[in-house]
């Protein structure tokens, strides 16, 4: 499988939108750990290689254990996730896979007890970021090799 189009270059002001849509979600109330399993669980939704690699690579470096890593894609099946983070995930899965039935009721009450409204809308809009990315990533053939991890 090779590279395809170039989006960064081609349409770069696009790139540049998407990348502002990152940093002010990077800047906002999200906590890093619950960014980061949620840029993971919808790259493993979407079978986005580079996403994983880029985003488990930061979360390691960030703190996140490689057992919880590992587990992410069962994590109704273990007790490794609080609560917070159970509900993060089931609302990415949600809107990750909006066609099936988007975000249920049930799951939007259930973070309704644990966060306020700024603290939804946030986690809403990083799902939406990294399903951006995953899209462009997947639909450009992005190849993991050219990931170069950021110093931190």
């Known amino acids: 499988m090779e590279n395809r189009i170039n989006i960064q270059q081609l349409a770069p002001k ?11 979600i990077q800047n906002s109330q999200l906590s890093s750990k619950h960014y980061e399993l949620i ?3 919808a790259s493993q939704i979407n079978h986005c290689a580079f996403c994983i690699n880029m985003h488990t ?3 390691l470096k960030n703190g996140e254990t490689n057992q919880r890593i590992f587990l992410l894609n069962v994590w109704r099946e273990t007790e490794l996730f ?7 995930l089931a609302m990415t899965e949600e809107v990750s896979l909006i066609h099936e039935n988007g975000l249920s009721d049930s799951t939007y009450q259930e973070a309704k007890k644990l966060f306020d409204d700024s603290y939804i809308a946030q986690i809403i809009m990083a799902i939406v970021s990294i399903n951006a990315w995953n899209r462009v990533a997947v639909s ?13």
């Open 57 to 59: 690579t930061d979360a």
């Open 39 to 41: 840029k993971i669980r």
């Open 14 to 24: 696009a790139y540049e939108q998407l990348i502002n849509l990152g940093s002010l």
């Open 82 to 88: 609080d609560n917070e983070e159970k509900v993060i």
């Open 140 to 152: 450009t053939n992005k190849k993991i090799e050219s990931f170069v991890p950021m110093e931190k």
